[in-house]
């Protein structure tokens, strides 16, 4: 398949703002690939050269691409630059000098998406002396051969950076419409730009929705679904396996106000567990132990005593496992906040010292499968039997389960979640006893209970540089909240109170000015005067006063007084809290819902 064909859908996909008319698009693209080719063209049309639980990046800044447009376009650095700062955007910008480039390449072989794939997967695996030139080369070699659009395209992806707005379930919808949508009955008006079902299909249609979507959830693997879509049909989709080794989706659980609100969201009895203020492992055995933060970056070298706990501790051939690692002090023996253990996560080097020094106690609150038996449509305390099973001497401080009580008593769930507190926790989990465990979800199995302002999770898109004695840092944060249909960011304010000026006031988890500075310089794309506009990295959470109705910010909502409370290193773009979530608050203030 050409190249051309991808980036043509890309234009098309950049061009309409109408989630209906890019379901379409997609949908129609995907009828036409080839089987053998899925994985790539899906991968590409995603912006993506692996699944993204995968941990290889293609790992080029925008530096080195800046050397790789001068050698394919012939224009001088400093009129790549120049022309970058006009657009804000490297991919138009290669776009622009390529369609303004007079030497065309003689014998030059249209893209092929095989070569395009193939080069950029070659970038992911460049080591040693050289490394930084061979990069260079291999993407000037594509672009050489590149029309204008491909170019554009192109550079956006090895950027990872494709801004044509496919949220993940704009992309779940197109394998839908592209392979079911006569069994589901579905019709798309273009020129309406409306979905037609008919009332007898559409149970029938939300059947497949939901086959499609409960395969991503298990393999967060979109080629992949899409391939056994085409191939094999809804049988094949809710034949896939859940399959010890492959992350799946974590069942997520909203916020309530308190534990009454807990009762009523759950049922009676209820299982109450201690809300960690850590982050999340799913731990897999398949032969080895893998260990998969919430976004599924596999975290397995950064834990080598969680390894070892696991291997020594709990029962089985192939398994999978949820819980919450935990920091704790040495000394005192007091559980720590997140912050205080978060560097571990992307550490590479000195990986014993930092666990001597950071310390965690991995808390097991639940099992998706084990030895064979998938158990996610097993009742939650059925899935709690089978824990206690198969952990064999639990060790506090260690591993063990998380502290747990069953009560239909509301004196009882409420001394449990202040006994929760003074030990150092968020708060509480409340958990339907017969709950099923559904990747991805937040349906009511289980909900949390927190005593602080409502908080967002959310990703940095901007930042402003600082004045008077904050003028050599970034001190001011533009942030943004995700919707999940388009994939697009809506900004819900700024925020720059709760950071720390000085270093040694960083302390229990604290972040200076400097560290924030220190990370998004890295990922400017663009500045304006003292603005700077950055790569969507960042996930940090705040806590705020109240959220405003407001037409200053893309969301059309903002929060008022927002405050800094934690960097969360274990997000990513796609884990931040979404414009639902933010509506959902703001209905629920005062009464409004």
Known sequence: MQYADVAEVYEQLTKTSKRLEKIFILSEFLRTVPTAEMEHVFLLAQGRIFPAWDQRVIGMASQLVLKAINLATGAELAKVEETWKKTGDLGQTTHDLIAKKKQVTLFSQPLTTKKVFDNLRKLASLEGAGVVNAKVQLVAELLTSATPVEAKYLVRTVLEDLRVGLGEGTMRDAIVWAFFTEASGIKYERTKNELVIPDDNRENYTKYVNAVQDAINLTNDFPSVAKTAKEGGLAALENIPLTPGTPVKVMLYPKTKDIASAFEIVGKPAAFEYKYDGFRMQIHKNGGIRIFTRRLEDVTVQFPEVVKLVQEHVTGEKFILDGEAVGYDVRTKRYMPFQNISQRIKRKYEIQE??????????????????????????????????????????????????????????AAEAFYKKSLDAGNEGVMAKNLNGIYQPGARVGQGVKVKPVMDTLEVVITGAEWGEGKRGAWLATFIIAVRDPDTGDLLEVGRVGTGFKEKEEEAVDGGVTFQKMTDLLQPLVTKTEGRIVAVKPNIVIEVNYEEIQASPTYSSGYALRFPRFTKLREDRGVDDISTIQDVQDLYEGQRGRA
């Open 354 to 411: 930092m666990a001597a020094k950071f310390p965690v106690e991995l808390n097991l609150f639940d099992v998706l499968a084990h030895d064979g038996t998938n158990f996610l449509k097993k009742p939650f305390h059925e899935r709690r039997e089978l824990l206690k099973t198969i952990l064999r001497r639990p060790q506090a401080l260690k591993i063990q389960l998380a502290e747990q009580i069953v009560t239909d008593d509301l004196a």
